[in-house]
């Protein structure tokens, strides 16, 4: 059984500002986790992803996520934010040969002026 | 490539019409997914076919849903009656990899 925690329903930040929206995972096996980002009344778009290898993940737009195992986390950064990185951001996971992706709450993202 | 493709993106019905819901998956991708996202329940998976077969349908909420897959480049989710509780976005990905996948600008469906 897998879970995605994201913690912080609503994140404001400056523009400029460093992002860092958190996501804890639980998983029973070796997990793959996703960030993906929703613009409003779009699909859900990828940013980046973790399988195996290296733990830190650059994605696009300037995103990265770490992957820390041992306080089961994957949580998502980006140096300065831009106004259009304002969006609905969820972190997702999904274990070993599983298809089935486990989505987070998702965290809202408003990049102020 | 297109991306997926969902349709219609809007449709308004009232309570206890058939909805059907279509999808067209990203050519060469073997997976489909059917989401269903609100407010209340955030992002929901419904069903999802590998090779045009239902792997794992236990998200379907009621015997009312039924999702069908006739060919590699066709999927639709149908909701009959609908209710005003089905009133949701309802997604559409498909995915080649375990890795990633690709989802389609969704379809908002109104129920009254």
């Known amino acids: 059984a897998q879970s995605v925690t994201q913690l912080g329903s609503h994140v404001s930040v400056s523009e400029g500002a460093l992002v860092l929206l958190r996501c804890n995972y639980s998983?029973?096996?070796?997990?793959?986790l996703f960030w993906y980002v929703q613009y409003p009344n779009q699909g859900l778009q990828l940013l980046l992803k973790?399988?195996?290898?290296?733990?830190l993940v650059k994605g696009i737009n300037g995103f990265e996520a770490e992957f820390k195992k041992s306080e089961t986390s994957f949580h998502l950064t980006k140096p300065s934010a831009h106004m259009s990185d304002a969006a609905e951001y969820f972190c997702?996971?999904?274990?070993?040969?599983?298809?089935?992706?486990?989505f987070g709450s998702g965290t809202q993202l408003t990049v102020l002026p | 490539d297109a991306g997926v493709i969902q349709s219609p993106r809007h449709e308004v019905t009232e309570m206890g019409q058939e909805v059907t819901l279509r999808c067209k998956p990203i050519?060469?991708?073997?997976?489909l997914f059917w989401y269903r996202q609100t407010m209340m329940r955030g992002l929901e998976l419904l069903i999802y076919?590998?090779?045009?077969?239902?792997?794992?349908d236990s998200g379907m909420p009621e015997d009312r849903f039924s999702a069908k897959m006739p060919n590699a480049s066709f999927s639709t989710l149908k909701i009959q009656p609908s209710e005003p509780r089905d009133s949701a976005v309802y997604f559409c990905?498909?995915?080649?990899?375990?890795?990633?996948?690709?989802f389609g600008p969704g379809t908002r469906l109104t129920v009254t």
């Open positions: 990905a498909s995915s080649k990899t375990v890795y990633e996948q690709y």
């Open positions: 998983s029973s096996v070796p997990p793959y």
């Open positions: 973790y399988t195996t290898g290296a733990t």
């Open positions: 997702a996971v999904s274990g070993g040969s599983a298809r089935q992706l486990t």
């Open positions: 050519s060469g991708h073997d997976y």
């Open positions: 076919f590998n090779n045009n077969v239902p792997i794992d």
